[in-house]
């Protein structure tokens, strides 16, 4: 490798490592300065299902219970612990 070939090299990483971090300079580019927010009002719609709240209500806990296929699973154990069926 010659001289021209390794500078060149260097310079093109040297840009690829430098480039990111120049074009996050804020001053430039794609900024936007903070402005004042708007307000967010609720169409009538909006209110109307604000005031009558969640359609779904929260019910009681519904207990879980096994089925008897899975019962009898657990009371045959592990069907893969060693010495077991094959």
Known sequence: MNIVT???LASALALFIAAP???QN???GDYYKPGATTPQTMSPGQK???????YYKPTG???QTM???QKQEEK??????PG???
């Open 67 to 69: 089925s008897p296929g």
């Open 6 to 8: 390794k500078v060149s």
């Open 76 to 81: 045959q154990g592990d069907y893969y612990q």
């Open 84 to 86: 077991g069926k094959q």
């Open 21 to 23: 971090a120049l074009a």
């Open 61 to 63: 806990i519904t207990p």
């Open 48 to 54: 109307q299902e604000d005031k009558q709240g969640d």
């Open 26 to 28: 804020a001053q430039q």
